[in-house]
């Protein structure tokens, strides 16, 4: 299974950034049975769920990211994003995609969030 992550970068406080993730290789055929996720690890912490999309498209949000990012999925482009607003200094962490239930990873995406 591979994974292209990118939308990552730098960003002023207030700012927006989406990150698109594409799964390809033998999740292919099976990208729209599979629950999807992103996760965040920033520098000395655990990595931590920020949003999930089930295959039914039912979503989940970490409290922090609520109300300013929305996960999204196209089945056909086999691609989750994950729109991000009102960014601030605590979401500065490096962004994984991942595939529920599987132990296949992004090699994740650096947001960084500094004026």
Known sequence: VQFVESGGGLVQPGGSLTLSCTVSGEADIHFRHYH???YRQAPGKQREL???I???EI???HDSVKGRCTISRDNAGRTIDLQMSDLNTE???VYYCH???HPWWGQGTQVTVSS
Do not use: F
Request: hydrophobic share 45%.
């Open 36 to 38: 999807m996720a992103w």
């Open 50 to 52: 920020v949003a999930a």
């Open 54 to 56: 089930t295959k039914e």
């Open 59 to 61: 979503r989940t949000y």
């Open 91 to 93: 979401d500065t962490a």
């Open 99 to 101: 595939i529920q239930g």
